[in-house]
């Protein structure tokens, strides 16, 4: 392992940014309270998935430009209200081009090579101390992989970048580059999964976090109205 090391803000910045927030890809449809699969039309399983890659698109332009995408692509956000609470981060120079290629990428539904690209740039720096945390970022990719599944509560699905020999791809690895399981196959999330980790509630009926108002489209205001 290297000397840990400190990192900046702006580092911290790219961290929190990719890490806590939810992934919609591999979209399946989970009744209550079970983790299993329900039937639902292409459509809204197409809806569903659009919407959370919009929230987490948001963060990326918020972070590089200091605007939502109600400036940026006004085409994407339609007649969604603008987002509250956010701010362009203090990036330097190379970060910050990697946000804005990454918004492009998430844009352009290019998310696998997005999200292996990030997690190659925290791995490089895992031993980093993250202030004013004073843990380092594998330590803390680890602390919020383990609370998503904690709220998701359908098993270990995330995983930090740094694993035992047991989790990493065919066992044989502590990296962790790609998140997926010994067989290197990808994780799938139900949307009652998604919301309650997006929620930070534990609850797909219960909104909070990231959509205080709940989530929209037909599959995640369904969960509402059967609260």
């Avoid at 400190?6 to 790219?14: E, I, L, P, R, V």
């Avoid at 079970?34 to 569903?48: I, K, N």
């Avoid at 590089?64 to 120079?93: E, S, W």
């Avoid at 020999?165 to 690895?173: D, F, I, S, Y």
Wanted: with cysteine.
């Amino acid at each position: 392992m290297q000397t840990q090391k400190k990192m900046g803000n702006s580092s911290f910045f790219a961290l929190v940014l990719v890490i806590s927030l939810v992934p919609a890809n591999h979209v399946l449809c989970a009744p209550a309270p079970s983790c299993e699969p329900v039937e639902a039309t292409d459509e809204d399983r197409l809806q569903f998935t659009l919407n959370f890659e919009l929230l987490v698109a948001e963060f990326f332009v918020y972070g590089a430009f200091g605007v939502g995408l109600d400036v940026v692509a006004p085409g994407y956000a339609m007649v969604g209200p603008p987002p509250i609470g956010t701010q362009k981060a203090n990036l330097d120079p190379p970060t910050q081009r990697i946000i804005e290629n990454l918004l492009v990428a998430r844009l352009l539904a290019t998310e696998y090579g997005q999200d292996a690209a990030i997690r190659t740039l925290l791995y490089k720096i895992a031993d980093f101390i993250v202030p004013p945390y004073g843990i380092t970022v594998a330590e803390f990719t680890d602390k919020i992989s383990n609370l998503r599944n904690q709220l998701a509560m359908c098993g270990n699905k995330d995983e930090g970048i740094i694993v035992p020999k047991q989790l990493g791809a065919e066992n044989r690895t502590e990296s962790n580059i790609l998140s997926a399981d010994a067989n290197s196959i990808s994780y799938d999330r139900t949307p009652r999964e998604i919301l309650r980790i997006s929620y930070g509630t534990g609850n797909a009926s219960m909104p909070g976090g990231f959509l205080p108002q709940g989530g929209n489209g037909v599959i995640a205001k369904s969960f509402l109205e059967n609260a």
